[in-house]
């Protein structure tokens, strides 16, 4: 069998956005993922057919010798499959990459390298600490904090450093008092500004600042902890103006989110873009139902309203499955309750008729009859197999002839006692429900012991009033509901009581 392929690729510093183009692509394309401790978690997600080979530090045992790594490495490609090595930061840097690289070379496997953006430059960005400056900096050492020897002593030179340029130090908590110490002694102003970063680029991200003579006590103070940065330099100073990261406005706030795998991106993404650290625990998945009832009669329908992203996603899905396409709706009118059931309208290039503000029962009722009676007129209520009766109630009393239809199922996901179990240890301090069946789920998961606890710690975040009672019924105490009962109000919502609480 011909050798497979090894890729030497750079994770980045943490966060997944920092992940190059090649290095996603790579990952897709894996057949065995060999990873880091320090490689974000999520970036595996990206390879969900790969073998997964774990080969960092984990307290129950010491990391994996670097000969035993390279020989993983080449036996698995000897198979003839595509090998990703994933590596925080960049392989080249601190990373042992060159030996791995050297050691696949000498095994006649052909490897290609993916840089990674170095973790000594991200982290400083993101803590607001540019490595060069114009007036204040023109070159960076970069250097690595590893003790050496049984009396474990940090082996740098310190009189080749430039004390007009900036010195970054990675792996080098442990030795930071010899670091300092050893600067202060080669002529390094006691006064230098200095910061170490810790868990650089994660939500997680912490930064503690001081003069050069003071950074170990205010770091001990601090609890400071790896993985971290040591930046010392005068660019260190312009952290105060430049601190862009840490004062977004959910930043270091845990919030849990627990809406269906599908289409969960666009409020996962916006948290974390406002600085949340977020845990996905899905506890609803989305299964379109085997033929809606009145899918293939859409035009005998004078209105069809859709009452969620997922109803307009499994009415198109099931259209296409029958070989129909748009033009089976005719003349009917389209009702499109929501900001995200509007946007899968509009990726099938259909503008609806009416798009309630408000999306209690009535308010959508009153809507539709502004367009034109009801009285008579045949309505089809594509839905969710647990969505409750009022807007049928509210359109049956309005003198509609209305037809509920089952279009998807919310079913609780094969995979989601693991992410579950996970969730109390996450400990959020916010824990978000965009629909009651995702609290139904949790409620069912958890079971009584966990829910009650998770429920006394926990606030909850809740999209609208239905959700809000059923998560009230479950013991929470909801403390965010937007006026508008949409992702982007509901984020918007949660940054209102962030402000407060912080």
């Known amino acids: 069998m011909p050798p ?4 030497l690729v ?5 966060d997944p956005g920092l992940l190059t183009l090649r290095g ?3 990952l897709q394309s894996a057949q065995v993922l060999v990873y880091d401790a320090l ?3 999520r970036m595996l997600g990206y390879a969900p057919q790969a073998e997964l080979i774990y080969v960092g530090k984990k307290a129950d045992r010491h990391s994996l010798p670097q000969e035993e790594i390279q020989r993983i490495l080449i036996a698995q490609a000897r198979q003839g499959k595509n090998v990703v090595r994933l590596k925080g930061g960049d392989p080249f840097v601190f990373g042992r990459g060159g030996e791995e690289a050297l050691a696949l070379a000498a095994a006649g496997i052909h490897f290609e390298v993916v840089p990674g953006v170095s973790a000594g430059i991200a982290a400083a960005a993101y803590a607001g600490i540019p490595v060069t400056h114009r007036g204040l900096a023109t070159s960076v050492t970069f250097v690595t904090g590893h003790l ?3 009396d474990k002593t940090l082996a740098l030179d310190f009189a080749r450093f430039d004390p007009a340029g900036t010195l970054v130090c990675y792996m080098g908590v442990g030795a930071l008092d010899q670091l300092c110490a050893g600067l202060l002694t080669k002529g390094w102003a006691a006064t230098t500004p200095s910061a170490v970063v810790e868990w650089g680029t994660y939500a997680r991200q912490r930064t503690v600042t001081a003069p050069l003579d003071k950074l170990v006590s205010v770091a001990e103070e601090a609890a400071v902890k790896s993985p971290a940065i040591i930046i010392v330099g005068a660019v260190a100073g312009l952290r105060e103006e430049l601190a862009w990261f840490e004062s977004r406005p959910l930043f270091g706030l845990r919030i849990a989110i627990t809406h269906a795998q599908q289409g969960n991106d666009t409020l996962e993404q916006r948290l974390r873009t406002l600085g949340a650290d977020v845990y996905a625990c899905p506890t609803v998945e989305i299964q379109p139902a085997a033929r809606p009832e009145g899918i293939d009669d859409l035009a005998h329908y004078a209105w069809i309203v859709l009452t969620s992203a997922n109803a307009a996603r499994t009415v198109f899905a099931a259209l296409d499955d029958g070989g129909h396409d748009a033009r089976l709706l005719g003349n009917t009118r389209i009702c499109a309750v929501g900001a995200s059931t509007l946007a899968a309208l509009e990726q099938r290039f259909i503008r609806p008729d009416v798009v309630p503000e408000n999306y209690t029962s009535e308010a959508i009722v009153s809507a539709m009859k502004a367009i034109g009676p009801l009285r008579d007129e045949g309505v089809l209520i594509p839905r969710a197999d647990v969505a409750r009766a009022s807007l049928a109630e509210a359109l049956d009393d309005a003198g509609a002839q209305v037809t509920e239809s089952v279009a998807y199922h919310m079913e609780v996901p094969v995979d989601a006692e693991g992410a579950t179990a996970g969730l109390l240890d996450f400990a959020p301090d916010l824990l978000v429900f965009t629909n009651a069946a995702a609290i139904r789920n949790l409620s069912a998961l958890l079971g009584d012991a966990r829910q009650e606890e998770l429920a ?6 809740s999209i609208g009033p239905v959700t809000t009672r059923v998560a009230r019924d479950g013991g ?3 403390v965010v509901e937007p006026v508008l009962h949409d ?5 918007e919502s949660i940054c209102d009581w962030a402000g407060e609480r912080a």
């Open 4 to 7: 497979g392929n090894v890729y």
């Open 39 to 41: 490689v974000n978690p």
């Open 24 to 26: 996603r692509q790579c």
């Open 456 to 461: 006394r710690q926990t606030p909850v975040g």
């Open 487 to 491: 992702v982007a109000h509901l984020v």
């Open 10 to 14: 750079g994770a980045g510093p943490g």
């Open 476 to 478: 929470f105490e909801v």
């Open 148 to 150: 050496s020897g049984e």
